[in-house]
């Protein structure tokens, strides 16, 4: 039978989808799943060497598979990652779908991605790179969103609580 996700989110790397969706999904009681490990899991190896072996079109590729699948068989709060929007076939499979944009301006999404590691695209020049990502994208973000959460100087439970409140019909 075929299912469709609670709540999609999006938006930059840094605004918070990983640990947002996770604390989501805790206070909802449902699963959480996150296109980023559905690719990691497939593939193997970790999204840097995803892109080290085979480069970042065959990252985008292995995305689009995983971002149908999800949407077509996941029932819970699922996160795609902040580039799956720059493909027209992911923002038209995002469609009628309930989709939350965790928006974020580049200080906090800096100080945000600092904090860890596995971002090849940003391993060179962070906040140059952000800024740039950024500025592409955020007309797809807000193509796809049927719902805007502002993140900066928030936390992650705050922002669990406030979607939560949102999806209430
Ligand atoms: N609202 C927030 N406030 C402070 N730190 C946050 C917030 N959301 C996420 N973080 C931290 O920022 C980093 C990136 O978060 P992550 O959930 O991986 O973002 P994304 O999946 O959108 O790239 C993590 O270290 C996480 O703990
Ligand atoms: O912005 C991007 O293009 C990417 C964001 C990452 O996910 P997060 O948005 O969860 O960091 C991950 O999909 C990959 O490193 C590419
Ligand atoms: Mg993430």
């Given at each position: 039978m075929s299912t469709r996700p609670i709540c999609v989110l999006v938006g930059a790397p840094g605004a918070g989808k990983t640990t947002v969706g996770t604390a989501l999904a805790e206070a909802l009681g449902v699963d959480f799943r996150d296109t980023d490990a559905d690719i990691e899991n497939l593939a193997g190896k970790p999204i840097p060497e995803i892109f080290v072996d085979e480069g970042e079109e065959h990252f985008r590729t292995l995305e689009r598979a995983a971002v149908a699948a999800a949407l077509a068989s996941h029932a819970g709060v699922l996160a795609i990652g902040?580039?799956?929007?720059?493909?027209e076939e992911n923002r038209a499979a995002l469609i009628g779908h309930t989709v939350v944009h965790l928006s974020v301006e580049l200080p906090d999404a800096v100080k945000r991605v600092g904090l860890g590691a596995g971002r090849p695209l940003l391993a060179l020049n962070p906040r140059a790179t952000l800024k740039h990502l950024m500025d592409q994208r955020r007309p797809l973000y807000a193509e796809v969103a049927t719902a805007t959460v502002v993140t900066d100087g928030r936390t992650p439970e705050e922002l669990a609580a406030e979607i939560a409140a949102l999806l209430k019909p």
């Open positions: 902040g580039g799956a929007v720059l493909a």
